[in-house]
Structures are given as structure tokens and as C-alpha cells.
């Protein structure tokens, strides 16, 4: 296993950020750990790259413990943050070599690796440019590919698309799909449940500090989910009417909008029928309706 724990658990002082967590990430794998805020998502990153200490527990990554070994896992590490934490006074490759000090890289391998990285996430005409005059999306690529000069067996990215436009969403993707191919191993975190369906092999939901289920997001949403979800956005005047004549179908309801399941599309024919004029969107289920199903639709943060 990449990182194995058992029974972890991280507490500051009377709150409990990570509750009895059990987690296995095989090798060049992509593993993802959703919740909402406040789920203990980030504190179980940081005690992965050895940042935080565990309070209870066990916890290896490569097969070292985090509290004997943390020098030798950071040196295998490649870490993206949710912050820009980039330095505004270096130009973008000169952020990527200072870097690579860090890691005892020599100068000319460094400067190699530098403009490999920028050309790989497309950043290649940038390489002199200063940090304050890059866009959001090309800090978020440029904090990738600081992460890589090390050439790391695991890459920890924490939320690394919040914010961005789906061009560079859809180029990170396009990337870390690459380097999975490659047989390097992601640790990922996001709001973004497409993002975590696209890219995860197997998703930890997490909520309230534990973990409440794990596994593919097929088998997630075969295991919580009917195969078809029926979105409606009903006047609240029609809500309760909608609601008692198609009590029988199970759904939610959120605001304005409806959502009904169903094990087929004829399920939902006399629905539609009644309402001809309601906006609808028929679709398969998604990982997104899962974490919704567990972990609620109410506004914690």
C-alpha cells in the first residue's frame, strides 16, 4: 500500500478533526476524500504528509510511520495546497528551481525538469513571466508542476480546481490523468463531485470527522442511488401538490427544485404528463446525487 491507516484519529483539544478513520491507497491509484466543510478532509492531508501528527492510530505512507519517518515521506511527496503559496518576487520558473533546492536537485537537472514541467502544463511561454502577472488558472498549473520536480510517487492535491474555468479544470484533468498513466499515485480532495467521478478509482465520503462509506463511484452509486434521477423546478405553490401526487416515487426535494428516482425512464411518464410545462432534466445518477443522499443538502459552513 502507498498509505494504510487504521483507527486514525486527530483531535485539537476538545474538537475531533478525524474520527477512527480506516484508509488503504494502492499504488498508482487515484483516491479522492469528499465531504463538506468541515469533514476532517484537509487534517487527514496533512497528517498524510506528515504536517500534522496524529493523535491516535496508525498511519504509514510508502510503509514509514508519519511520526518516525517524515523527512523520507516528504522526499516522495508531491504536495498542491489549496492556497497559492507561490512567492510573487520569482519569476515562474525561477518559483519551480528554488523548489527544487529544497530537494538537493542539481542546477542543471533542475533547469531541465523546469521548462519539461511548464511545457506540460502549458505554461511554456510563461517561464520568465512574474508570478503577479499570472492567472489564476496558471498559478493553480504552476503550483502543479512545482509538485512534480521532485518526480514523486504521490501527489497530495488538496481542492486543486476550486475557482477555475472549465478550459483549465478540463487541462489539470487532462494531466493528472497522464501522470496516473504513468503510475504515479493521487490523494485528492474536492467539492467537485464530476471532478471526483472522472478522476478517482475509488472515493471516501467523509462527514462529521468519519468515514461513512468508500468505493468506486460506480459502486457508489449502484449501492445509495435508482439509476435515474428526474429534476424539476416547481413554483412553490405547485411543491406540495407535486409532492402528494407522486408520493409513491422516492425524492428529495431542495428549494425549487424536485428530484424524483427511478429504476426506469417510464417511472417518471406520468410525471411528465401531468406537468408538461415544468423544466425537467432526466439523467443517469451521479456521484454528486450520493453525496447529497448522505450527507444532506443543508448549508453547514
Given at each position: 500500500?502507498?498509505?494504510?491507516?487504521?483507527?486514525?484519529?486527530?483531535?485539537?483539544?476538545?474538537?475531533?478533526?478525524?474520527?477512527?478513520?480506516?484508509?488503504?491507497?494502492?499504488?498508482?491509484?487515484?483516491?479522492?476524500?469528499?465531504?463538506?466543510?468541515?469533514?476532517?478532509?484537509?487534517?487527514?492531508?496533512?497528517?498524510?504528509?506528515?504536517?500534522?501528527?496524529?493523535?491516535?492510530?496508525?498511519?504509514?505512507?510508502?510503509?514509514?510511520?508519519?511520526?518516525?519517518?517524515?523527512?523520507?515521506?516528504?522526499?516522495?511527496?508531491?504536495?498542491?495546497?489549496q492556497?497559492?503559496?507561490?512567492?510573487?518576487?520569482?519569476?515562474?520558473?525561477?518559483?519551480?528551481?528554488?523548489?527544487?533546492?529544497?530537494?538537493?536537485?542539481?542546477?542543471?537537472?533542475?533547469?531541465?525538469?523546469?521548462?519539461?514541467?511548464?511545457?506540460?502544463?502549458?505554461?511554456?511561454?510563461?517561464?520568465?513571466a512574474?508570478?503577479?502577472?499570472?492567472?489564476?488558472?496558471?498559478?493553480?498549473?504552476?503550483?502543479?508542476?512545482?509538485?512534480?520536480?521532485?518526480?514523486?510517487?504521490?501527489?497530495?492535491?488538496?481542492?486543486?480546481t476550486?475557482?477555475?474555468?472549465?478550459?483549465?479544470r478540463?487541462?489539470?484533468?487532462?494531466?493528472?490523468?497522464?501522470?496516473?498513466?504513468?503510475g504515479?499515485?493521487?490523494?485528492?480532495?474536492?467539492?467537485?463531485?464530476?471532478?471526483?467521478?472522472?478522476?478517482?478509482?475509488?472515493?471516501?465520503i467523509?462527514?462529521?470527522?468519519?468515514?461513512?462509506?468508500?468505493?468506486?463511484?460506480?459502486?457508489?452509486?449502484?449501492?445509495?442511488?435508482?439509476?435515474?434521477?428526474?429534476?424539476?423546478?416547481?413554483?412553490?405553490?405547485?411543491?406540495?401538490?407535486?409532492?402528494?401526487?407522486?408520493?409513491?416515487?422516492e425524492?428529495?426535494a431542495?428549494?425549487?427544485?424536485?428530484?424524483f428516482?427511478?429504476?426506469t425512464?417510464?417511472?417518471?411518464?406520468?410525471?411528465?404528463?401531468?406537468?408538461?410545462?415544468?423544466?425537467?432534466?432526466?439523467?443517469?445518477?451521479?456521484?454528486?446525487?450520493?453525496?447529497?443522499?448522505?450527507?444532506?443538502?443543508?448549508?453547514?459552513?
Open positions: 500500500m502507498i498509505i494504510e491507516a487504521g483507527s486514525l484519529h486527530k483531535r485539537y483539544g476538545d474538537v475531533v478533526a478525524v474520527d477512527s478513520l480506516d484508509l488503504e491507497v494502492e499504488p498508482g491509484m487515484c483516491y479522492g476524500l469528499v465531504g463538506p466543510n468541515g469533514a476532517g478532509k484537509t487534517t487527514t492531508m496533512k497528517m498524510i504528509y506528515c504536517i500534522v501528527e496524529p493523535t491516535s492510530g496508525s498511519l504509514e505512507v510508502f510503509g514509514l510511520d508519519v511520526r518516525a519517518h517524515p523527512r523520507e515521506i516528504k522526499a516522495r511527496l508531491g504536495v498542491v495546497p492556497e497559492n503559496n507561490l512567492d510573487p518576487d520569482l519569476s515562474t520558473c525561477q518559483n519551480l528551481r528554488v523548489y527544487a533546492r529544497y530537494f538537493g536537485i542539481p542546477k542543471d537537472i533542475a533547469a531541465a525538469r523546469c521548462h519539461e514541467l511548464l511545457e506540460f502544463m502549458h505554461l511554456g511561454d510563461r517561464a520568465d512574474p508570478v503577479p502577472s499570472l492567472s489564476g488558472g496558471m498559478k493553480r498549473r504552476l503550483i502543479l508542476a512545482r509538485a512534480l520536480m521532485n518526480e514523486p510517487d504521490l501527489i497530495i492535491l488538496d481542492e486543486p476550486t475557482g477555475l474555468d472549465p478550459q483549465v478540463h487541462l489539470i484533468w487532462d494531466r493528472l490523468l497522464e501522470l496516473k498513466e504513468r504515479i499515485t493521487l490523494l485528492l480532495t474536492t467539492h467537485y463531485m464530476d471532478e471526483a467521478q472522472k478522476l478517482c478509482d475509488k472515493v471516501l467523509m462527514d462529521e470527522a468519519r468515514s461513512i462509506d468508500v468505493g468506486s463511484p460506480a459502486e457508489l452509486i449502484r449501492g445509495h442511488m435508482l439509476p435515474y434521477v428526474l429534476e424539476l423546478r416547481v413554483d412553490r405553490k405547485l411543491t406540495a401538490e407535486v409532492l402528494e401526487r407522486f408520493r409513491h416515487l425524492h428529495q431542495s428549494g425549487q427544485n424536485l428530484y428516482y427511478g429504476n425512464t417510464s417511472e417518471f411518464d406520468d410525471l411528465t404528463g401531468a406537468y408538461p410545462d415544468i423544466e425537467r432534466l432526466l439523467r443517469p445518477a451521479s456521484l454528486e446525487d450520493v453525496f447529497l443522499k448522505l450527507t444532506g443538502r443543508e448549508i453547514r459552513q
